[in-house]
Each structure stands twice: as structure tokens, then as C-alpha cells.
């Protein structure tokens, strides 16, 4: 990934440590009262085994210490750990309240962000790998912003306020007390800076092994046709195997760090309680004292081992804020100051002039093309796939602007009006539409959200799709998608197109619309949109010249330019693509009406069915 | 009854734990008896060492609160600091052991599981996977897999340590003063209760944080995928609102999690003092008379704090187990599903027969003919689960090498025509014959062997071009995946392709357009020299010049081979040797191209309509031709 090229310089480094200083802005408040309560938590919890030093001490000097005393003493631990207890409530409800709202926020961010992104950026992006980030990074960083921000620096902050209290005690003992801390600490930190690749090796092999699952189970009539279930399974195993390896070499290390950090954690309490019994021996220190001292340090170790995970969870966040930055710094869509007041009604002439376009340096998509839509007329784009015409297409709705030349609508230059607002204007049906996993009517509606129900069986009876939900049992109310029914191809296209016609736009674009609809239906639609004509500028693209014979204008493109110009009664007469195409679609229309002659006797015995479309 | 297997998101805990499913999961953790041995032992030293700290700590203090003061400190000290490091030892020693030790039962029981489902996955027939989304397997085959083992692993050890650590605590306290320790034991049912009543609650909103969260990330999935539609329709307010709710959803559940277990810690540790101040409070009143030393009493104390943590991890674990029993179910409920359409059981015990001989020129392992003559359906019905009948009462008989084409409308049983050929479904009554033999009594995989299917929304495999042509024969030579690409002209894109046939096509394909999906999913049919050739809407997004391309060659493929065409365009039926116009699970019409027009019936409707040109208009074209 490019995005995390930059990640070892120095400046790229203390650039992202800003941004994630910058990422809790708005609740730096809560962060700083967390930050208070787990400090001011910690020194007083280490008052629990102050208040019982002095009963200790008087015990062990034998005296005779009245009951009031030692319940005094006892119910003043409860109470201070009581009050510890609060803070400690304090600090996970402010860090809790603090880290989820900034996520809220983050998250937010992100979903509108991807509204804002040019179609180009869209089109390179793979969406797995954006809904990853949006997700799994983004949990990273809540993880490390409700637990670790807090975290930062407590230990070093307890460890300063607790020593002079340490010294005050003992101060020889004392630095018995925290001699091998450093070492603790240096090995913690050492370690998961260094482990921190062991987890992306694992995260990789669950990503594979994710993958392979998954493409088995949605090719999963392919592998059942082919009988590669044998194949399947050892390829998984594969898979399967290499994810237990990596866990299982992760857990080994995690094995040496846990019990060499207890080895070390081991080895400070026991010199704090040897070196401690030999002072008490020598009469220096008092046994209460002496408990203090190993309570004290139990109470230390803990937040020092913690502190290699809170540098590791930073490093985790540093990597996953510099992969969201990759979606978040990407420049968005600029509209231009707006010096064009915008139409009150379109009337929908459409002009291309000279546009050119490419998406890349080496070739041009759209080459210099120019054509004329008088408003409320049709117009065909036919061509070899990667000829331009979805390019003229997403340039028409400003999904990207020509890089030469212009669009106009009504006379107006579209580089010119807002994006959205030209939008607006259009109607799109496609090839391969999108659907929202919701009901056929909230899909149609969203095209027009007061729409009533007759409108939608209106929309639904032209694009030939009203008889299908009818057979649906929820009938419009039923479930698009993976919950829901699977709608056919051409059912998709259908509702697409219904999606479209419902928006009533002055421009209304089918993008092959009709690829997936048999020949009959097709017809069906074609008389609809016939009876709509002069409604919409109508823009078609087929590769069915049965879809485009009817337009007012015919534009043949190849490479990105316009080759041929007509309608259709001329350019079948001139020697061209459009006429080879022609032919070889007739060809065999010409065949049947052959075979339909010569199969006529019957016909006279058999007279002619009701209901078939006539031509 | 589907969306009760699928709704995981809001099925809560289970009222109580059923024994026999764990016991089940568990028995995956008997496959390394001696790893798991190891395991339990070293969790029972760490118990025990956990235990022994306090009771060195009392012996020092003991010893030199007694000790005269002339006593040389060594001589004092050397014994407890022999013990002291002896413990710290085994503690060290053992806390290696047990995760290292888990860290081998862990990633190896999820890998079982995983194994087993997925090894079920590949026999369950389609019906299986027409009811459930393939997201939702894949979540039952990773996430679920990996919870469960961790449980399993984890949850041994924390019970093991937790009852050692427990019990340990328990037995040395009543040994060292046994009314002391009874009055001190007191707070631990309390603990155990309020410890599990917090962890049930804390995992009950987590697991609503949990169906949050997939509901951002479908959301997020969702908006992405259609990010130009609703640009398109101008919708990115309306998009923005309905997601703001999930996010500002996620943000109250989430704080309320943190905020539950905010407060557990903090109440759990209160009650802990509530124990050592007891313990003072009663120890200190032996101590000043006698009856108790000061080590003992400082070793109560300590254990007063102590006992929460096992109590609270092993309450921690019993919810956990509650929580994850669905997921237990579930997981358990795929590798015990039993595949609908597999091999019966007379035909296994042939094959068994049979393995390692060498078998009969022309004949398959399942001791019938290998190739395929005739093919009959014989009074076939089908319907899917509870639905209308899909076919009813299907006959046809098709002699070898014979093209028949099927057509008719969207949803009349065409597609399920080839699934029953395929034998991803079986008749639901009626049968299908293979030479007069009901193909329930032949093998899966030999007819599997035999046939080849390209169907209209082709999947791929996420390897190269020349992978996936290859497999539909794993040992086809490059030539002969160069030969197939070619016969169905996709040589000429693949070529300009950055790798030629190396090149990666992504995940699913999504590299490629949907017709050069097609045509590589044909070449990976035809490189598989099937008997029987199934093409279900096989070109129907391929451009036209192309798909003259794979007309002409489907004349060479066919011939020959015994084969079912499902389509659309007219220029792929007519040559077929039968057509059948099948319509709400029956064959309407048949016959060949010419007999089928000449019966003017729905043939004849399809396909004159396919044509909107107006007679002197197609003239026109044959003039221009000439």
C-alpha cells in the first residue's frame, strides 16, 4: 500500500503523532479529568496499605490494640478503596464518553468523506480494502483512544508522586524497591516493539485464509460442477494451517514475554522482601513499614509491565490513523465558484463539444467528440466495448469533467454548475445496476422520495417489471438482496430503469440497460419509452440495435471518436461499421422471416396466436 | 425458520449451560491429550505458586519478628529466600508452560473446527446454501471458530488456575486459623454472584455493540458499492442522516458497555477490602493476645484481596460460555448437518470396493459404463423448500450427442433443468436416467467428471487467468488452456492483458468485465473435455462481434457432445438439435427450429418480437448487404 510507504521517516512520524494528538480535539476536557482520576486513583489506593502500617506496627511491638482501633483502621482501607474505586469509575467513564463520541465523529467523517471522493477515485479503489479501513482501522484507533490515551504516561506519573512517598519511608529500601523496574520496563517496550510484525503476519494469514473461504463459498457451484472438493480442501488446509502456524508462533513469544516478565516482577517483590526482613532484623525498618513497602510495589508493577501493550497500541493507532489519512487527505470534488445562477427550468438540450477526456496519459477514452441533442430527443451511442460511450456517460453526469472542450445544457457550460445539481438533471438506468438491500418500492423511491403508490406501478408497468413484483407474495414490499429475493439480471435492469423513469429527468440515460431482457419484454419496453417520447433528451446505449433504430440520432463511436452520424435509415445505406452490424444482426432476423415463409402453410392451419407482439 | 439460524446478532444468552455441546467442542482439545495434560498441570503449579507468596511472606515476617536480634541475617533470611525464588520459579515456569501450551491448543482446536465445518461445507448440497448468505458462513467459519477455541482454551486454563488458586487460598487459610478464614470466605459467594451478574450484563451489551458494529460495516459496504447511484439521484444527505443514527447507535451502546464494566472493577474491589478489614479487624484481635502471629494475620490480608480475581475470571468464563453457546450450536450444527445429495450408501461400499484395482476399460469406479449414452427424465417434479413446484412431471429423452436448447420466460425452471443434470439438486420425484440408470445409484464424482457447466454470472477463482481456465482440469497444459481461450475467442484480450495468462484477475474476477468473466469460465469449461456441456445464458453479456466469434465456435464445440443451452439470442438457439420452450415447470413446445415457428405458437412469440423493424426497413438492409 503507498499510503504506508512514508511510515519509518522521522517527520512522517511526529507528523501522524500530531494528528493523533489532534484526533481528540472537542474532548480534551474528559481526557484530561480520565487522565486526573487514574492518577489521583492510583496514590490512593496506595493509601490502603498506609492506614495499615500504624495497627501492623503496634501489633508487632505487642502492644495491646484495642478492637475500636484495628475496626478503625480496617473500615478507613474500605473507605479509601471505595473512594479509589470511584476514580477509577470516573476515569472509564470519561475516557468511555470521550473516545466514543470522537469515533462517532470519526466515523462520520469517513462515510461522508466517501461521498465527496471523485468517481475516478471510486474507480481505483478496491472496496474491501476502504471498508477495512473504515472498520477495522478505525477500531484500532477506538481501542487505543479509550484505553491507551489514558494510559500514556501513568505509569511514569504514579511512579514520580509515589517515590518521595517511598523515600519518606525508606529511602534505602526504596531504591531496592524500584531497581529492576527499568529493566521491566525497557524489556516490555522492547518487546512488543519487536512482536509488532509477528501480528500483521498473523492478521495476513486470517485475511488469506478469509478470502479462500469465502471464494469457496460464493464459487461454490463451480467447485461442485468441476468435483474440485478434494482440491478445495487441500488448498484450504493450506490456508487454515499457515494462520495456526503464525498464531501459534505468536503465542510462543507471548509464552517467553509473560513468564520472563514474571521472572523479573518475581525478583523485585523478592528483594523488597528480603532486603526489607533484613532491615526490619537490623532493627532499621518496621514490619508495618515492611508491608507497605511489598504492597507498594504490587500495586507499581502492574501499569510498568502494561506499558510495553500501550506502546505497542500506539503503534498499532499510528499505522491505522496514517491508513485513514490515505482516504482522508484524497482532495474531494470541487465545485467552482458558482457565477452561473442556476436554471429555473431545463429544458434539456444537450451539446458536446470538442470533449476529450482520459483517464490515464496513454489513451484518450473520449477523443474529441461533438454532437448535438436537441431537447427532448434521442440519442443512440453504438461501438465496440471501451469505444467511450459509458465515458460520455459519467462525463454528462460530471462524475468526471472533459479534460478539453465542453458539455453544455441548455446553452450552459456543466464544468460551470454544481455537481449535484447536474445530477439532478439526469436519470441514469444501468447495465449493472446498484440495488439497496431494501424493498423494491424503498429502491424505486429513492429516485423520488414523495412518489405514491400508482406512480411507482406506473414507472414498474413501463419498464415491463409490474407483473414480477406482482408475483412476489409481499409483492412492492418485498426484500432486495442476500435477505430478500434474488432478483434476475434483467430484473435489475428493469427495476433500474423503473428507478429512472420514476425520477423524471430532463435527461434520461440507459446505459445498456437492457442487456439481460429477453427480446420480448424488450419490445414491451421500447413501446413504453415510445409512448414517453419528447418527455426526456433521451440517451441510449445498446448493443442491440433493436434498442437504437427508433432514435432521432445514431452515433457510432470507436477509439473514442464519432465515426458514424445518422439515423438509422441512413447509415444502414452507407458502407461502415454501423451497416456491418447492422447486417450481421438482420442476418439471421432474415433467416427466421425466411424460415417463417417457408413454414406458412402451417401457419394458415394453425392462425395466428393471440397476444404475440407484433412488429 | 431461516431467520432464526440467522439472527445471531440478537439471540441473548442462554438460560443455562448445556453441557453436552461443550463437552463436544472440548473432545477437539483430546486430539493432543499429552499438550492438554501438560497444560492442566502447569496451570495447577501456577495456582498453587500463586498461593504459596503469601504464606513465604508470613514465614519471613514470622521468623523475624521471633528472632533474636543476634541471630546473623543470613542465617535467618536463606531459608525463605531459597523458598521464595523456588516459587517464583515454578510460577515462572509454569506461566510459560501453560501459555505456551495453549498456545498450541488454541490455534490448533479452531483449526479443527474450521477443518471439519468446511470438509462438511464441500459435501452439503446446494439447497443448504440457497438458505443462508455466504457472509454468514464465512463469519460461522472465522469469527465463531476462532471465539470458540479461545473459550475452550483460555476458559481450561482459567478454571483450572482459578479453582487451584480458590481452593488453595481456602485450604491454607483454614489450616492457619479456621474461624478466621470461615469469617473471611463469607464474601466470596457474594463475590461469585455479583461477579457473574455484572459479566452477563457486560457481555449481553457487548454483543449488541457487536451488532452494531456489522451493521456500520455492512452500511459502510453498502454506500460504497453505491456510491454512484446515490450521487446519481443526489441522495448523500439522506445517506449521511440514516448513518449518523448507526454511528450515534453505536456510541450509546458502547458507553454503556464501558460504563457496566466502569463499574464492576471498582465494586468487586471494594468488597475485597470489605474481606481484608474483617480479617484485621478479627486477626488483629488474635494477634494482640496471642493466638495468632503477624505473618498469618498479614498473609489473611493479602488473601482477602487476592481471592476476587479467580472468582472474578472464572465468573468471566461461565457467562462467556453462555454468551457463546448459540456459536457453539451453530458451528456444531454445520458439521453435523447432513449433506442432502451425496453418494448412496450402496454406491460407497462399490467405490470402497473397488479403490486401489485397476477397473475395466470403459467402465467407472462405481462398476458401471464410463460414458454417457442416453439421458432420460422420467416424470421429474422439483420444488424448492416449501415453494410452488418448479417443475412438474418433466420428460425428456435425450440421445447422445444431441444439442437441445432450452428457452421461455425468466423463472420457468430452465436454470433448475441444468441444477438436476448437475445433481446439485435432486428430483423431488420422478427420476433421471443415465443409460437406464437412475443417477442416484452412480457416482457424484464421476458424473461430476463428466460435465461441465458455464453459467450466466461466472465465478472465478482469485489466482490468474491461467488458474482458473485450469481448473477444469488440473493437468491442462499451458497449450491446452492457450487452445480453449482461443476456441472461445478470449485469446485476444488475454493477450493484451499485463501478464497474458499470469495475470491476476482479483478477487471474484473483478478485474475483468462480466463478458470476459464468460468467456474464461467457458474456456475452463471446454479445457475440462466434458461428456455433457451445460451453458446456462453462457454469453449473454458478451459484446456482439464476440459473440459471433463464440457462435462459430460453439458449432466446433458441440459437435459431438451431448449439450443443453439455456439462452436468450435467437442466433444461439435455432441450430440446436431440439428446442424446448419451457414455461411454469413444463415443456410447452418442441421440436426443431423450423417445426417450432411453424407451430406459430409461443416460439413464434418470442422470437418475431425480437425483431422492431418495420418490413421495408429490413429490406432496406438486405439491399445495402448486396
Not at chain 1, 177 to 195: D, E, Y
Not at chain 1, 518 to 538: C, F, Q, V
Request: glycine share 8%; proline share 3%; with cysteine.
Amino acid at each position: 500500500m503507498t499510503s504506508l510507504a512514508s511510515e519509518s521517516t522521522a517527520a512522517g512520524r511526529f507528523a501522524r503523532h500530531r494528528t493523533l494528538l489532534e484526533l481528540t480535539r472537542g474532548q480534551r476536557l474528559r481526557y484530561g479529568g480520565a487522565m486526573l482520576a487514574l492518577w489521583a486513583g492510583g496514590l490512593l489506593t496506595l493509601g490502603v496499605p498506609l492506614v495499615l502500617v500504624e495497627p501492623i506496627n503496634r501489633l508487632a511491638a505487642g502492644d495491646v490494640v484495642p478492637p475500636r482501633v484495628l475496626w478503625l483502621h480496617g473500615t478507613a482501607a474500605v473507605l479509601i478503596t471505595a473512594g479509589a474505586g470511584l476514580l477509577t469509575y470516573l476515569r472509564g467513564r470519561w475516557a468511555a464518553q470521550a473516545s466514543e463520541r470522537l469515533v462517532e465523529g470519526l466515523r462520520n467523517r469517513l462515510h461522508r468523506k466517501l461521498h465527496e471522493l471523485p468517481m475516478s477515485w471510486h474507480d481505483r479503489a478496491e472496496t474491501g480494502d476502504v471498508v477495512q479501513r473504515c472498520t477495522s482501522d478505525v477500531e484500532t484507533l477506538r481501542v487505543f483512544l479509550a484505553q491507551q490515551v489514558v494510559e500514556i504516561g501513568h505509569a511514569a506519573l504514579l511512579l514520580l508522586t509515589a517515590a518521595p512517598i517511598l523515600f519518606l519511608l525508606d529511602s534505602t529500601l526504596a531504591v531496592t524497591s524500584i531497581v529492576v523496574i527499568p529493566v521491566i520496563l525497557v524489556f516490555a517496550v522492547s518487546f512488543f516493539g519487536r512482536i509488532q510484525k509477528r501480528f500483521t503476519e498473523v492478521d495476513e494469514a486470517e485475511g488469506e485464509l478469509t478470502t479462500a473461504i469465502q471464494e469457496n463459498l460464493t464459487g461454490v457451484r463451480v467447485v461442485r460442477a468441476f468435483g474440485r472438493e478434494e482440491f478445495e480442501l487441500e488448498r484450504f488446509d493450506a490456508c487454515n494451517d499457515l494462520f495456526r502456524a503464525r498464531t501459534e508462533r505468536l503465542l510462543r513469544l507471548f509464552a517467553i514475554y509473560w513468564s520472563l516478565s514474571d521472572v523479573l516482577c518475581m525478583t523485585q517483590m523478592g528483594l523488597v522482601l528480603l532486603h526489607g526482613v533484613a532491615r526490619v532484623h537490623a532493627g532499621l525498618l518496621t514490619v508495618g513499614d515492611l508491608f507497605a513497602f511489598i504492597a507498594f510495589v504490587g500495586i507499581f508493577l502492574w501499569p510498568v509491565r502494561h506499558m510495553g501493550r500501550v506502546l505497542a497500541d500506539t503503534g498499532k493507532a499510528l499505522v491505522s490513523i496514517s491508513r485513514l489519512e490515505a482516504v482522508l487527505d484524497q482532495p474531494v470534488e470541487q465545485d467552482p465558484e458558482l457565477d452561473q445562477t442556476l436554471p429555473a427550468t431545463v429544458r434539456g438540450e444537450l451539446a458536446f463539444e470538442d470533449v476529450t477526456f482520459a483517464f490515464d496519459e496513454s489513451t484518450r477514452a473520449v477523443d474529441g467528440i461533438s454532437l448535438t441533442v436537441p431537447a427532448g430527443s434521442s440519442l443512440a451511442l453504438v461501438g465496440p466495448p471501451g469505444s467511450g460511450k459509458s465515458t460520455l456517460v459519467r462525463l454528462l453526469g460530471r462524475f468526471d469533467d472533459p479534460d478539453r472542450g465542453r458539455i453544455t445544457l441548455d446553452g450552459i457550460d456543466l464544468a460551470r454548475l454544481p455537481r449535484s445539481w447536474v445530477r439532478r438533471q439526469v436519470g441514469l438506468a444501468a447495465q449493472e445496476p446498484f440495488l439497496y438491500s431494501r424493498t423494491i418500492a424503498a429502491n424505486l423511491t429513492y429516485a423520488r422520495r414523495d412518489a405514491g403508490a400508482d406512480e411507482l406501478e406506473r414507472v414498474a408497468r413501463d419498464a415491463a417489471l409490474h407483473a414480477s413484483i406482482e408475483r412476489f407474495e409481499k409483492g412492492y414490499e418485498t426484500l432486495v438482496g442476500e435477505r430478500g429475493v434474488t432478483l434476475s439480471g434483467g430484473q435489475r435492469q428493469r427495476l433500474s430503469l423503473a428507478r429512472a423513469l420514476l425520477a423524471d429527468r430532463p435527461i434520461l440515460v440507459l446505459d445498456d440497460t437492457l442487456s439481460a431482457v429477453d427480446t420480448r419484454t424488450e419490445a414491451e419496453i421500447l413501446a413504453a419509452l415510445e409512448r414517453r417520447r419528447g418527455r426526456a433528451t433521451t440517451v441510449v446505449i445498446s448493443h442491440r440495435l433493436s434498442s437504437v433504430v427508433a432514435a432521432d440520432q445514431i452515433a457510432v463511436l470507436d477509439g473514442g471518436r464519432v465515426v458514424q452520424r445518422g439515423r438509422h435509415e441512413e447509415l444502414i445505406g452507407l458502407d461502415g461499421p454501423y451497416q456491418r452490424l447492422w447486417q450481421i444482426q438482420t442476418a439471421l432476423e432474415d433467416e427466421l422471416d425466411d424460415d417463417l415463409q417457408r413454414t406458412a402453410g402451417a401457419e394458415i392451419a394453425q392462425g395466428t396466436p393471440e397476444g404475440s407482439v407484433k412488429p | 425458520m431461516t431467520d432464526e439460524i440467522l439472527d445471531d446478532e440478537h439471540s441473548g444468552a442462554a438460560a443455562r449451560i448445556d453441557w453436552g455441546l461443550w463437552k463436544r467442542l472440548l473432545a477437539y482439545s483430546k486430539r493432543y491429550p499429552r499438550t492438554l495434560g501438560i497444560f492442566v498441570t502447569a496451570a495447577i503449579v501456577v495456582g498453587a505458586a500463586d498461593t504459596g507468596i503469601p504464606l513465604v511472606t508470613r514465614g519471613a515476617i514470622d521468623a523475624v519478628t521471633a528472632a533474636p536480634p543476634e541471630i546473623d541475617t543470613f542465617e535467618l533470611l536463606w531459608p525463605y529466600a531459597l523458598a521464595y525464588a523456588g516459587v517464583s520459579l515454578a510460577l515462572a515456569g509454569g506461566v510459560f508452560t501453560f501459555i505456551r501450551c495453549a498456545g498450541i491448543l488454541r490455534p490448533r482446536i479452531a483449526r479443527d473446527i474450521r477443518r471439519d465445518a468446511y470438509a462438511n461445507l464441500q459435501r452439503l448440497s446446494l439447497r443448504f446454501y440457497d438458505r443462508r448468505p455466504s457472509g454468514w458462513l464465512v463469519a460461522r467459519m472465522t469469527s465463531d471458530c476462532e471465539r470458540l477455541s479461545n473459550i475452550l482454551a483460555w476458559g481450561v486454563l482459567d478454571v483450572v488456575w482459578g479453582a487451584t488458586v480458590m481452593s488453595g487460598i481456602a485450604t491454607a487459610m483454614l489450616f492457619l486459623e479456621w474461624r478466621l478464614a470461615l469469617a473471611v470466605l463469607v464474601f466470596v459467594p457474594l463475590l461469585a454472584w455479583i461477579s457473574l451478574w455484572f459479566q452477563r450484563r457486560i457481555l449481553q451489551s457487548s454483543r449488541a455493540v457487536r451488532g452494531v458494529n456489522s451493521r456500520i460495516t455492512a452500511a459502510y459496504a453498502e454506500d460504497l458499492a453505491g456510491v454512484a447511484t446515490t450521487m446519481g439521484f443526489a441522495r448523500e444527505r439522506e445517506q449521511h442522516a440514516d448513518f449518523a443514527q448507526l454511528t450515534e447507535r453505536m456510541a450509546q451502546h458502547s458507553i454503556a458497555n464501558a460504563l457496566q464494566a466502569a463499574v464492576y472493577l471498582p465494586v468487586v474491589l471494594t468488597i475485597g477490602s470489605l474481606a481484608l478489614a474483617l480479617a484485621l479487624g478479627l486477626g488483629g484481635q488474635h494477634v494482640a493476645v496471642g493466638a495468632l502471629s503477624l505473618g498469618t494475620l498479614i498473609a489473611f490480608m493479602t488473601y482477602a484481596r487476592q481471592f476476587f480475581e479467580p472468582v472474578q475470571q472464572v465468573a468471566a468464563r461461565f457467562a462467556e460460555l453462555l454468551m457463546a453457546q448459540a456459536a457453539a450450536e451453530r458451528i456444531l450444527g454445520l458439521i453435523d448437518e447432513v449433506p442432502e445429495i451425496g453418494d448412496s450408501d450402496e454406491v460407497r461400499a462399490i467405490l470402497a470396493a473397488g479403490e486401489g484395482r485397476a477397473r475395466p476399460a470403459g467402465f467407472a469406479a462405481d462398476g458401471l459404463p464410463d460414458r454417457i449414452g442416453q439421458i432420460r427424465f422420467e416424470h421429474v417434479s422439483f420444488h424448492y423448500d416449501a415453494g410452488e413446484p418448479v417443475l412438474a412431471d418433466f420428460n425428456l429423452t435425450v440421445e447422445p450427442g444431441q444439442t437441445i436448447a432450452l428457452v421461455g420466460e425468466t423463472g420457468g425452471g430452465k436454470s433448475t433443468i441444468a441444477g438436476l443434470l448437475c445433481r446439485f439438486y435432486e428430483p423431488t420425484a420422478g427420476e433421471i436416467l443415465f443409460d437406464g440408470v437412475d443417477y442416484r445409484q452412480r457416482g457424484l464424482a464421476w458424473l461430476r467428471s463428466k460435465l461441465a457447466i458455464v453459467l450466466q454470472t461466472p465465478h472465478l477463482f482469485s489466482g490468474s487467468v491461467l488458474d482458473n481456465v485450469r481448473y477444469g482440469r488440473l493437468d491442462a497444459t499451458e497449450e491446452d488452456v492457450r487452445a480453449a481461450l482461443r476456441l472461445v475467442g478470449a485469446q485476444t484480450f488475454v493477450d493484451k492483458l499485463e501478464k497474458g495468462l499470469d495475470t491476476r484477475v482479483g478477487e471474484g474476477g473483478a478485474r475483468l468485465s462480466t463478458g470476459q468473466k464468460q468467456l474464461i469460465s467457458f474456456a475452463r469449461a471446454l479445457v475440462a473435455e466434458p461428456e455433457i456441456l451445460i451453458l446456462d445464458e453462457a454469453t449473454s453479456s458478451v459484446d456482439t462481434q464476440t459473440e459471433r466469434a463464440v457462435q462459430r465456435a460453439l458449432e466446433t464445440v458441440l459437435h459431438g457432445r451431448t449439450s443443453f443451452v439455456i439462452a436468450h439470442r435467437l442466433s444461439t438457439v435455432r441450430s440446436a438439435d431440439r428446442i424446448l420452450v419451457i414455461g411454469a415447470g413444463r415443456i410447452l413446445e418442441q421440436g426443431n427450429h423450423q417445426e417450432l415457428l411453424a407451430l406459430r405458437g409461443r416460439y413464434h412469440e418470442l422470437y418475431t418480437g425480437q425483431s422492431l423493424v418495420a418490413d421495408g426497413e429490413r429490406k432496406a438492409a438486405w439491399e445495402a448487404v448486396r
